[in-house]
């Protein structure tokens, strides 16, 4: 027996959610589909960052921002040819809505704030210093009664805030940071003792959205996947789901929006579109197989900009091997540098995760750069987090075991443990700490930029990204293109509907967040270039669903 819906949302993150509170204050019905038996979907597991220009945070801090300022900076990095889902007009329509979106949920009830300080990431007209970064505040997950427990854990199982716990590292070394691991260790005993459980980041953002939205009365199924979309002349009318290995056909009588992840875990589609990208290097989430894409596809959608991810810079760890770990802020560290299998440089080291992801494939075409080798020195080693080990030359057993830790004391002997030419690295590492005496990375301008002072030690005497590899033992762990996600899918136009390959509309189908053919083309502008725009353009969406519906 057929059920229907006003309105069937594919996926459970963070534009879903939105869409569907949009949906329920106009008095539809929702229903949100989740293939896993989780709710959050990457978002929950992610920073939850937002990249929000012009926003209420930035005013009331006194940082100055504009619609204009904003689309100075994203045509500053973009191009034309970035791909049809980074056109200038759905770059405008991002600028202008994401705000809006913003003010939408806070009159909704949910709560945010602004990192104090996290620059967007490139040197153009336009930019901010201070970021355009929008976060969830703390929130306590025993509102959601029994949906807490269908929550998708998140990365930090901290009440701490994101800048908080980017201090942490530093702990040992400032006495400003062991005041913050004080306040967070005290919030914690005071959450227990008040019978709180706080969440942060990505995890804080879906709980919030999550218990709006079970409050408005949006149902929710997990451990549903929609196996495909009905189509009834041209139009999107309805899913076929399979509950519970039956399969059941629902109609939606204002859309569909599809939000179901993109593709980083399937090997076979990176095979095709990513070039030397490889699903084991991947922070998402299982289920980030790319179906609805597929799905899409199968119906006539287009699809672009295939061959873009939001790119991270990773590590394998042998006590780890199933979860790779993120090596963005290791590689920005002083007394460190990469480098490919000829020890030669071919990138700055301090830059945003898309540009050092993307950098080593990219270079891979040409020359052997799958893994690159971080080089650093035993300065580095016993100041600096490494992989998520605490400073200092005791690591796990697994990582000597496994051959993990290349080590030499010299450097020609860490250049045999790497099969690296010996005399080509000693070269390269001479000719950067030439640089560093003088200030300047001729090569590649490291340290040029205020982000990449941001992601080095803002503790170190000078520049905070650059510093000699001069004090044996010298040390090198393999680097990986990673990724948090894919960047390209369902070319959609300024009102979130999909379209065919000759530019008409699918009428009765959305999508939004990385099933989509990203806004931001091949770049991330700042911090939150992925989940802002996909809770935007799932807004977006309902909205515009909703103008149809009065339309009829």
Not at 173 to 199: P, Q
Not at 241 to 263: H, S, W
Not at 307 to 331: H, S
Request: charged share 20%; hydrophobic share 40%; with cysteine.
């Amino acid at each position: 027996m057929s059920e229907t819906y006003d309105f069937i949302v594919v996926g459970s993150g963070a534009g879903s959610l939105c869409a569907a509170l949009l949906m329920r204050d106009a008095g539809k019905s929702v229903l949100v589909l989740e293939k896993t038996d989780l709710v959050g979907g990457t978002t929950a597991v992610s920073g939850g960052v937002m990249w929000i220009p012009n926003n209420r945070y930035m005013k009331a801090d006194g940082i100055a921002d504009s619609p204009e300022q904003a689309m100075a900076y994203l045509n500053a990095i973009h191009s034309d040819d970035d791909g049809p889902g980074a056109t200038q007009e759905r770059r405008q329509a991002y600028v202008e809505e994401a705000p809006q979106m913003l003010e939408y949920l806070i009159g909704k009830g949910l709560t945010f704030r602004r990192v104090p300080t996290w620059p967007d990431y490139y040197p153009a007209e336009g930019e901010s210093e201070a970021g355009r970064t929008v976060v969830s505040e703390l929130f306590n997950l025993k509102e959601l009664g029994e949906w807490q427990a269908k929550t998708r854990p998140g990365f930090l199982p901290l009440p701490a805030y994101l800048e908080e716990a980017m201090e942490l590292p530093n702990m040992k070394r400032s006495w400003k940071s062991f005041k913050t691991l004080l306040k967070i260790i005290g919030r914690t005993l005071g959450t227990r003792l008040t019978g709180k459980h706080y969440a942060t980041a990505g995890q804080a953002l879906q709980g919030q959205l999550l218990l709006a939205a079970t409050k408005a009365g949006v149902e929710i199924r997990t451990g549903a996947p929609v196996e495909q979309l009905v189509v009834d002349q041209g139009r999107v009318v309805g899913v076929v789901c399979d509950q519970t290995g039956a399969k059941q056909t629902l109609t939606a009588k204002l859309g569909v929006l599809l939000n179901a992840g993109g593709f980083a875990k399937n090997q076979r589609m990176l095979d095709q579109y990513v070039t030397g990208a490889k699903a084991e290097w991947s922070g998402v989430i299982e289920s980030d197989t790319g179906d609805m894409i597929m799905e899409g596809m199968r119906i006539g959608a287009s699809v672009a900009q295939m061959e873009e991810r939001i790119g991270y810079p990773v590590t394998v760890l042998p006590n780890k091997p199933n979860t790779p770990t993120f090596m963005q802020g290791d590689l920005a560290k002083p007394h460190a540098i990469l480098v490919d299998q000829s020890a030669q440089r071919y990138m700055k080291e301090a830059a945003s995760y898309m540009q050092l992801s993307k950098g080593q494939l990219q270079h891979a075409k040409g020359a052997a750069a799958i893994p690159s080798w971080m080089i650093f020195d035993s300065q580095y080693i016993t100041t600096y987090w490494l992989a998520g080990t605490t400073p200092g030359t005791k690591k796990p057993k697994e990582w000597s075991e496994a051959g993990f830790l290349k080590q030499g004391q010299t450097l020609a002997e860490l250049a045999a443990a790497c099969g690296l030419d010996a005399s080509a690295l000693t070269a390269t590492v001479e000719r950067f700490n030439g640089f560093v005496a003088q200030g300047k990375d001729e090569d590649f301008g490291r340290g040029d930029h205020i982000y990449d002072n941001w992601l080095g030690d803002n503790l170190a005497q000078g520049s905070h990204t650059l510093g000699a590899i001069e004090q044996a033992p010298f040390y090198a762990v393999p680097i990986y293109p990673g990724d948090v996600s894919t960047y390209g899918g369902l070319v959609t136009d300024v009102r979130a509907r999909v379209l065919r390959e000759d530019g008409s509309v699918i009428d009765g189908l959305y999508a939004t967040g990385v099933t989509t053919a990203s806004v931001m083309g091949g770049k991330a502008p700042g911090a939150g270039a992925s989940i802002g725009p996909s809770i935007t353009w799932g807004y977006i969406a309902a909205k515009h669903a909703l103008t149809t519906a009065a339309g009829n």
